[in-house]
């Protein structure tokens, strides 16, 4: 081959490998700012004033965005696997023990409808579920979290794995600190993450074994006759409304009063005891518990790479026409 042809040769390949990356690239941007931009511009729009209207019905609303992008995100893929009804063949992962509490998946529903009417079959229920949760932090008082879109929905429920990957309460710390490390979470993030704990309530169920048979000596004398009264019973019912507030100060607000509260023993949960007593937590728990402004920053940070978790993104999943049903069962 002359020289002259090898040139072309080289330049033609070349020029074929740039293409093919760019195609691919084209075909798959993954996720970006404003994915939406052109395909439905009031997409993000929508979503906001939606939440803020559902927030303004119903307070708690804002506690199940939280709630939600940690269930999704953290097991195995941001793929809005967590709502979906369970089937003949499958479990839903909200319908296991772990997501015992989880609720308000039917206002999910009233948002896609809203999305879905501007911009038929568009927009993912996985970024809706991501973009929800961005704006009821804001509800909450938290801080604007910028979040990237483009995710597509996933098909199937990860119920069979869901404890592989979602710490429990009762879990020790060095678990935590393990499995939000594998998704790319510090232990500053870890502890940010947690601070979630400062607003809503925990059920009596969750709580029990720390006051029956007998009171768990680490919690502040001062917080157990408030707890008692709210959980009288040793073997509460699940169905029945018996709860604790996880911060008696600002029950409905994002804040860092629950640094304060868990650092003085009045953390509802084992692990938020641990976390503030553990030699690799506590150091950043002192440090929130001074600052409002690095807690949200942490938060931000660990929030952003939750919701950055194995994406489904390009041509993989698919975009639910309803989000608690995958289309093939539509």
Same mark, same amino acid.
């Given at each position: 081959?002359?020289?002259?042809?090898? +040139?072309?040769?080289?330049?033609?390949?070349?020029?074929?490998?740039?293409?093919?990356?760019?195609?691919?690239?084209? !075909?798959?941007?993954?996720?970006?700012?404003?994915?939406?931009?052109?395909? %439905?511009?009031?997409?993000?729009?929508?979503?906001?004033?939606?939440?803020?209207?559902?927030?303004? /019905?119903?307070?708690?609303?804002?506690?199940?965005?939280? /709630?939600?992008?940690?269930?999704? &995100?953290?097991?195995?893929?941001?793929?809005?696997?967590?709502?979906?009804?369970?089937? /003949?063949?499958?479990?839903?992962?909200?319908?296991?023990?772990?997501?015992?509490?989880?609720?308000? +998946?039917?206002?999910?529903?009233?948002?896609?409808?809203?999305?879905? /009417? !501007? &911009?038929?079959?568009?927009?993912?229920?996985?970024?809706?579920?991501?973009?929800?949760?961005?704006?009821?932090?804001?509800?909450?008082?938290?801080?604007?979290?910028?979040?990237?879109?483009?995710?597509?929905?996933? @098909?199937?429920?990860?119920?069979?794995?869901?404890?592989?990957?979602?710490?429990? #309460?009762?879990?020790?710390?060095?678990?935590?600190?393990?499995?939000?490390?594998?998704?790319?979470?510090?232990?500053?993030?870890?502890?940010?993450?947690?601070?979630?704990?400062? =607003?809503? @309530?925990? #059920? %009596?169920?969750?709580? =029990?074994?720390?006051?029956?048979?007998?009171?768990?000596?680490?919690?502040?004398?001062? #917080? $157990?006759?408030?707890?008692?009264?709210? %959980?009288?019973?040793? $073997?509460?019912?699940?169905?029945?409304?018996?709860? =604790?507030?996880?911060?008696?100060?600002?029950?409905?607000?994002?804040?860092?009063?629950?640094?304060?509260?868990?650092?003085?023993?009045?953390?509802?949960?084992?692990?938020?005891?641990?976390?503030?007593?553990?030699?690799?937590?506590?150091?950043?728990?002192?440090?929130?518990?001074?600052?409002?402004?690095? +807690?949200?920053?942490? +938060?931000?940070?660990?929030?952003? $790479?939750?919701?950055?978790?194995?994406?489904?993104?390009?041509?993989?999943?698919?975009? @639910?026409?309803?989000?608690? =049903?995958?289309?093939? #069962?539509?």
């Amino acid at each position: 081959m002359g020289s002259k042809a090898l +040139f072309f040769f080289v330049l033609f390949s070349l020029s074929a490998l740039s293409f093919s990356a760019f195609a691919e690239n084209e !075909e798959d941007p993954g996720l970006v700012m404003n994915f939406y931009k052109d395909t %439905c511009p009031q997409a993000e729009d929508i979503i906001t004033e939606q939440v803020k209207l559902l927030y303004k /019905r119903h307070k708690n609303t804002a506690f199940s965005w939280l /709630r939600n992008i940690f269930h999704d &995100c953290a097991v195995e893929s941001c793929d809005a696997s967590l709502l979906l009804d369970s089937t /003949r063949r499958s479990l839903s992962e909200k319908e296991t023990d772990r997501s015992f509490g989880l609720r308000n +998946f039917r206002y999910l529903d009233t948002i896609k409808e809203a999305v879905e /009417r !501007e &911009c038929p079959e568009v927009v993912s229920c996985s970024d809706i579920l991501v973009l929800s949760a961005r704006d009821g932090i804001v509800a909450l008082g938290g801080p604007y979290i910028p979040l990237k879109t483009g995710r597509r929905d996933g @098909r199937r429920s990860r119920a069979d794995v869901l404890e592989q990957y979602l710490p429990d #309460h009762n879990e020790s710390i060095s678990v935590v600190l393990e499995r939000f490390g594998a998704m790319g979470i510090n232990t500053p993030g870890v502890v940010a993450l947690l601070g979630a704990h400062s =607003v809503g @309530r925990t #059920h %009596c169920v969750k709580l =029990v074994h720390r006051l029956y048979p007998e009171v768990d000596p680490e919690i502040n004398p001062d #917080h $157990i006759e408030h707890m008692l009264h709210k %959980c009288p019973d040793p $073997i509460p019912d699940p169905k029945a409304v018996q709860y =604790v507030r996880n911060d008696r100060g600002t029950p409905m607000k994002l804040d860092n009063n629950y640094y304060r509260n868990i650092l003085d023993n009045k953390g509802l949960l084992i692990v938020d005891h641990q976390l503030a007593h553990d030699k690799r937590t506590k150091p950043y728990v002192k440090k929130m518990a001074k600052s409002q402004d690095y +807690f949200f920053k942490e +938060f931000g940070k660990a929030i952003t $790479i939750l919701s950055e978790n194995n994406p489904l993104t390009g041509t993989k999943g698919e975009i @639910r026409k309803q989000c608690n =049903v995958a289309n093939k #069962h539509h």
